[in-house]
């Protein structure tokens, strides 16, 4: 059964940092991306890695905050995510896909159940 479980999501204030994990079982994926979904709005893309390494892919947004890893190892790929705004209040999703990177949340196969990360101000 292949599953993509998220972890460490949680309250904190804005200018603060957490750092996401998604590890995924039953299978390993060429890409994971992680995406996030504000109350009201659309999902949005927010980054993706290639499993066999080259550069990640992020929002324009978010470039330069947030930083997406992996460990081949574990089968875990992690989003750091610094200097927090409340703006930034969402679930976070990890997917996983084969092929290329891609900002395209249709294109992934995969979804885990997400994780809520709130920012306060």
């Known amino acids: 059964q292949v599953q993509l479980v998220e972890s460490g999501g949680g309250l904190v204030q804005a200018g603060g940092s957490l750092r996401l994990s998604c590890a995924a079982s039953?299978?390993?994926?060429?890409?994971m991306g992680w995406f996030r979904q504000a109350p009201g709005k659309e999902r949005e893309f927010v980054a993706a890695?290639?499993?066999?390494?080259?550069?990640?892919l992020y929002a324009d947004s978010l470039k330069g905050r947030f930083t997406v890893s992996r460990d081949n190892a574990k089968n875990t790929v992690y989003l750091q995510m610094n200097s927090l705004k409340p703006e930034d209040t969402a679930v976070y999703y990890c997917?996983?896909?084969?092929?290329?990177?891609?900002?395209?949340?249709?294109?992934?196969?995969?979804w885990g159940r997400g994780t809520q990360v709130t920012v306060s101000s």
């Open positions: 039953g299978r390993t994926f060429s890409v």
């Open positions: 890695i290639w499993w066999l390494g080259g550069n990640p």
């Open positions: 997917a996983g896909k084969t092929g290329r990177l891609t900002t395209l949340a249709s294109a992934y196969d995969y």
